[in-house]
């Protein structure tokens, strides 16, 4: 259900829009819908959104806004993201309310993985 003055989409740039469509299916399930060669809306993920085709990439060393999973398992979560070409930045921690680690997919955008 839509709600007014919500979070209802987001964009996310990716080089190899391909890559990102067989990072984020692999890894953790989404599914596609193509709208053309440069662009694909992704769902299961929680909000829905879309990787549009670009040169940059997200990162909050440059400010970027950080986009936080969730997991049951961060350790198993982490080898999966590994074993699909990912890489992990900041390894597992504890913040209050968890534990969490950052990754970079295989298009250099940067995300977290947190878990209770």
Request: net charge negative; hydrophobic share 45%; proline share 4%.
């Amino acid at each position: 259900m839509k709600k007014h003055n919500t979070i209802n989409y987001v964009e996310l740039p990716v080089g190899d829009l391909a890559l990102a469509k067989r990072f984020f299916t692999k890894v953790f399930g989404w599914s596609f819908t193509d709208y053309g060669p440069e662009y694909a809306a992704f769902s299961g993920a929680g909000i829905d959104g879309g990787f549009f085709q670009s040169d940059l990439c997200v990162s909050t060393a440059v400010g970027s806004a950080l986009l936080v999973l969730y997991s049951n398992n961060l350790e198993m979560t982490q080898t999966e993201i590994e074993a699909a070409g990912g890489e992990i930045i900041i390894p597992i921690f504890a913040f209050p309310g968890g534990q969490r680690f950052h990754f970079v997919d295989p298009n250099g955008n940067e995300f977290a993985v947190w878990s209770e």
